[in-house]
């Protein structure tokens, strides 16, 4: 049984260049200035950092996008940008990536989000936030669904990713209610956000993507005394969804509404080099796994390798298939499917 797990998770991975999936969400620019640090500035009571480079990657939305490309899959995806050199970035990033295709609706009064860390070697020292939190306006929302409604037809599934920048407003969570309710047969993955849970509606998903602590503020309890199983469940209750809650190095805990069970999915531990990006790659894996036919369970464990090898790279980052074939042949990650099936 074990080998018919690890099995069936190597021919999901081989799947992956044939899958389509559409994507919608927070589009960011990530730009990382890494340099070292001389002096104290003399001018003021702060860092002096050397020759900092530049290195750009897509965020957000458009992180999930780049990962499902480089995992060989075909992606359609649409955001809001604005009219500047940072969406002219992100679309270079994005239409140079195979499988990937740009469907970005354009909004001159508004700017693309930028997110820019700075880092001494390897140690953030300082970010700077560029992006508006406004809703999108009502002509944009259109633009976003037209686009959504046009891409579907040839995909079964959706992911939503919500960085609360505005793309992901009530009238958006109407329309995902309406298109569940239409297309019985769509899987619409859903990574939310806290501060935005007030436009959340039951229906708007089938799978919900939260992390722990997203998941505790969404239910209201204490993270640190609340209990995985009592969460998962009462949030498959609240918005009649499946549940996959990351837990970090602990796995990810599943609650499949469609068996009422609740499952822990282990996963290898690894030393977090930066964890930023893990949660997109997390979810990029799982759409391409739901795509090529997998269950929940083994979209979770996929899930996890594939963020497993992520938090060990520097910055947003991306997972290959062949990464992640790779890391199935870790004697560890073995036994940790072997011990999981026999006792499942």
Same mark, same amino acid.
């Given at each position: 049984?074990?080998?018919?797990?690890l099995e +069936?998770l190597q021919?999901?991975?081989a799947a992956?260049?044939?899958?389509?999936?559409?994507?919608?969400g927070d $589009?960011?620019?990530?730009?990382?200035r +890494?340099?070292?640090i001389?002096?104290?500035?003399? @001018?003021?009571p702060?860092?002096?950092?050397l020759?900092?480079d530049?290195?750009?990657t897509?965020?957000?939305?458009?992180?999930?996008?780049?990962?499902?490309?480089?995992m060989?899959g075909n992606?359609?995806?649409? /955001?809001v !940008?604005?009219?500047?050199?940072?969406?002219?970035?992100?679309?270079?990033l994005?239409?140079?990536?195979n499988?990937v @295709?740009?469907?970005?609706? @354009?909004?001159s009064?508004r700017?693309?989000?930028?997110?820019l860390r700075f880092?001494h !070697?390897?140690?953030?020292?300082l970010?700077i936030s560029?992006e508006?939190r406004?809703?999108?306006?009502p002509?944009?929302?259109e633009?976003?669904?037209?686009?959504i409604?046009?891409a579907i037809?040839?995909?079964r599934?959706?992911?939503v990713?919500?960085y609360?920048k505005?793309v992901v407003g009530?009238n958006?969570?109407?329309?995902?209610v309406?298109?569940?309710?239409?297309n019985p047969d $769509?899987?619409? $993955?859903?990574?939310p956000?806290? /501060?935005?849970?007030?436009?959340?509606?039951?229906?708007?998903?089938?799978?919900?993507?939260?992390?722990?602590? @997203?998941?505790c503020?969404?239910v209201g !309890?204490?993270?640190?005394?609340?209990?995985?199983?009592n969460v998962? +469940?009462k949030l498959g209750e609240s918005f009649a969804t499946s549940v996959a809650?990351t837990?970090?190095p602990? /796995?990810?805990?599943?609650?499949?509404?469609?068996?009422?069970?609740?499952?822990l999915?282990?996963? +290898?531990?690894?030393?977090?080099?930066?964890i930023?990006?893990? /949660?997109?790659t997390a979810i990029a !894996?799982?759409s391409l796994?739901l795509?090529?036919?997998g269950s929940?369970i083994?979209a979770?464990?996929?899930a996890n390798i594939?963020?497993?090898?992520?938090i060990?790279?520097f910055?947003?980052a991306?997972?290959?298939?062949?990464?992640?074939?790779h890391?199935?042949?870790?004697?560890e990650t073995?036994?940790?499917?072997?011990?999981?099936?026999?006792?499942n």
């Amino acid at each position: 049984m074990a080998n018919n797990l690890l099995e +069936r998770l190597q021919s999901l991975v081989a799947a992956f260049p044939n899958k389509s999936v559409v994507g919608l969400g927070d $589009l960011i620019l990530d730009q990382y200035r +890494r340099g070292d640090i001389i002096s104290i500035n003399p @001018e003021a009571p702060t860092l002096d950092l050397l020759n900092p480079d530049l290195k750009e990657t897509p965020g957000g939305a458009a992180n999930v996008a780049w990962n499902i490309g480089h995992m060989g899959g075909n992606v359609k995806i649409t /955001g809001v !940008v604005g009219k500047d050199k940072e969406a002219e970035s992100l679309r270079k990033l994005l239409s140079d990536q195979n499988g990937v @295709e740009f469907l970005a609706v @354009e909004d001159s009064s508004r700017p693309t989000t930028l997110k820019l860390r700075f880092y001494h !070697v390897q140690y953030q020292v300082l970010r700077i936030s560029q992006e508006s939190r406004e809703s999108i306006a009502p002509e944009i929302s259109e633009q976003c669904k037209k686009e959504i409604a046009e891409a579907i037809k040839e995909s079964r599934v959706l992911f939503v990713e919500d960085y609360g920048k505005g793309v992901v407003g009530e009238n958006i969570v109407d329309f995902l209610v309406e298109l569940l309710a239409n297309n019985p047969d $769509l899987e619409i $993955l859903f990574d939310p956000k806290i /501060g935005n849970e007030a436009v959340y509606k039951k229906g708007m998903c089938t799978v919900l993507k939260p992390n722990w602590k @997203e998941a505790c503020h969404l239910v209201g !309890v204490d993270y640190t005394k609340a209990d995985p199983e009592n969460v998962v +469940r009462k949030l498959g209750e609240s918005f009649a969804t499946s549940v996959a809650m990351t837990m970090g190095p602990k /796995g990810m805990f599943v609650f499949d509404r469609k068996t009422g069970k609740t499952t822990l999915v282990p996963t +290898r531990a690894h030393e977090a080099f930066d964890i930023a990006g893990a /949660g997109d790659t997390a979810i990029a !894996v799982m759409s391409l796994s739901l795509a090529a036919g997998g269950s929940l369970i083994e979209a979770a464990h996929l899930a996890n390798i594939a963020s497993g090898i992520v938090i060990q790279k520097f910055g947003t980052a991306y997972a290959t298939s062949e990464e992640i074939s790779h890391e199935m042949t870790h004697d560890e990650t073995q036994e940790i499917l072997r011990k999981f099936a026999e006792k499942n």
